[in-house]
Nanobody
Framework: VQLVESGGGSAQAGGSLRLSCAAS???????LAWFRQAPGKEREGVAA???????SYADSVKGRFTISQDNLKNTLYLQMNSLKSGDTATYYC?????????????????????WGQGTQVTVSM
């Protein structure tokens, strides 16, 4: 499956953005996740949703970000509210359809076989 992110851009601190990740095929049955990487920092998992719709969030975004998927549109979303300057990064969506993907480390990059090209999010004070 090919993944294409969109929706990135600039926002003020406290504002909102919604990222989209369009898949070339069905995403039903996949583990899906959003990662981000800021300059000079390691890539980190932000939010994930399992093939049975369980979600998980990094502590840094819990209560502010929401991951969801629309299987009819083959699209993954990340709603980001109450943005902070620390959310500035390139955001990537990732997918994997192995049956044990949820238990292989949902915030481990090696769990996911498919990646998008990334979309930049910049939050200013």
């Amino acid at each position: 499956v090919q993944l294409v992110e969109s929706g990135g851009g600039s926002a003020q601190a406290g504002g909102s953005l919604r990222l989209s990740c369009a898949a070339s095929g069905s995403i039903g049955g996949y583990c899906l996740a959003w990662f981000r990487q800021a300059p000079g920092k390691e890539r980190e998992g932000v939010a994930a949703i399992s093939h049975f719709q369980t979600t998980s969030y990094a502590d840094s975004v819990k209560g502010r970000f929401t991951i969801s998927q629309d299987n009819l549109k083959n699209t993954l979303y990340l709603q980001m509210n109450s943005l902070k300057s620390g959310d500035t990064a390139t955001y990537y969506c990732a997918a994997d359809r192995r049956a044990d993907c949820w238990w292989r480390g949902i915030f481990s990059g090696s769990t996911y076989a498919y990646w998008g090209q990334g979309t930049q999010v910049t939050v200013s004070m």
